[in-house]
């Protein structure tokens, strides 16, 4: 999936400027990392790329598709394009890892059998194909963050959006699950991650867009 923000701004009615002039382009298949302080803009840009809240002004195109022209039936579609990995998991604790990783197949109405196997083919990614039995709260942190990265792409997202995912892990975990971003990039899917821990992007090698106050005050290219 490719992204694209032309002089993008978000306000809010408080008057609190969220973004302010944003522009960059991401091309389909790479993966890039935005980092900047807490409130800098990195959820609400990630907001506006799955539609859970609308520019004030600019311009957001997807695949070359302007957003704003996408009708209130379109955007339930264009969400199962992403997957959405989150810091606090948001996993459901009545529920199976199993269920937890097909809820968005059931969601979307796949026959059981294409769920089972779907599932299963996801879980495998992560490591974890041996616990879809499991409680979700049987498991560690870092597993519980597997979970929600199976779940993010169990529907076979074009664009992966992580919002600090590994803010609740320990650098080893982090390492861990960056690199399971980066396995997903190598087999073609668009991914964004935010992030706070500059030491793990330093390590990683890919592109950096830095928010500061709602602005991009750097744009690094790193192969």
Do not use: C, W
């Not at 979970?147 to 076979?156: E, L």
């Not at 997202?157 to 997903?184: R, V, W, Y």
């Amino acid at each position: 999936m490719e992204i694209e923000f032309q002089q993008v701004g978000k306000k809010y009615e408080s008057g609190q400027e969220a973004l302010s002039q944003v522009s960059f382009h991401l091309q389909q298949g790479e993966m890039a990392f935005l980092t900047g302080h807490s409130g800098a803009g990195k959820s609400t840009l990630m907001k506006l790329i799955m539609m859970i809240e609308r520019q004030s002004y600019g311009k957001i195109l997807i695949d070359g598709v302007d957003l704003r022209t996408l009708g209130a039936g379109s955007i339930p579609y264009h969400r199962r394009r992403v997957g959405v990995v989150f810091q606090n998991h948001q996993l459901l604790f009545d529920r199976s890892v199993f269920h937890n990783v097909a809820l968005p197949l059931m969601i979307s109405g796949a026959e059981p059998e294409q769920i089972a196997k779907r599932v299963r083919a996801a879980l495998d990614k992560v490591g974890l194909l041996g616990k879809e039995k499991f409680n979700p709260q049987a498991l560690s942190g870092g597993e519980q963050q597997r979970v929600g990265i199976a779940r993010a792409v169990v529907n076979r997202p074009q664009l992966l959006l992580a919002d600090e995912p590994t803010g609740n892990l320990d650098p080893k975990l982090s390492a861990e699950i960056m690199n399971l971003f980066q396995e997903f990039h190598r087999l073609g899917t668009t991914v964004m991650v935010a992030t706070h821990d500059l030491a793990l992007v330093a390590r990683m090698r890919h592109r950096v867009l830095t928010l500061n106050k709602g602005r991009i005050v750097n744009d690094g290219g790193f192969g």
